[in-house]
């Protein structure tokens, strides 16, 4: 099974920015759809943007569209959080999953993922 090793994170300023990555640890990485969810203190885990096993499709929570993007890269097998505009209640640990390939459409529900990443925290002071 693939395992995720998620990175990136850190100590920014509001509306500054930062790039998570999730590095995948097999070739086997192209098979799965990737999302990025983040968990905040004393509240639960929340779906932030997922994207389809070719990169051709994505979608976000309504709380970061416009401000952060969902890439991939197959070559690498690497997932990426661009994050633009970071406001302080964008605080959390930030984590990456994967999914079967015809279970993208669902990944924001965090039903049926098949592996998670451990997280990195990203702290936005304000």
């Known amino acids: 099974q693939v395992q995720l090793v998620g990175s990136g994170g850190g100590l920014v300023q509001a509306g500054g920015s930062l790039r998570l990555s999730c590095a995948a640890s097999?070739?086997?990485?192209?098979?799965?759809?990737m999302g990025w969810f983040r968990q905040a203190p004393g509240k639960e885990r929340e779906f932030v943007a997922a994207?389809?096993?070719?990169?051709?499709?994505?979608y976000y929570a309504d709380s970061v569209k416009g401000r952060f993007t969902i890439s991939r890269d197959n070559a690498k097998n690497t997932a990426y959080l661009q994050m633009n505009s970071l406001k302080p209640e964008d605080t959390a640990v930030y984590y990456c999953?994967?999914?079967?390939?015809?279970?993208?459409?669902?990944?924001?529900?965090?039903?049926?993922?098949?592996?998670w990443g451990q997280g990195t925290l990203v702290t936005v002071s304000s």
């Open positions: 097999e070739r086997t990485f192209s098979s799965y759809a």
């Open positions: 994207i389809s096993w070719s990169g051709f499709a994505t």
């Open positions: 999953a994967a999914a079967l390939r015809e279970r993208f459409r669902t990944i924001a529900t965090m039903e049926n993922l098949e592996v």
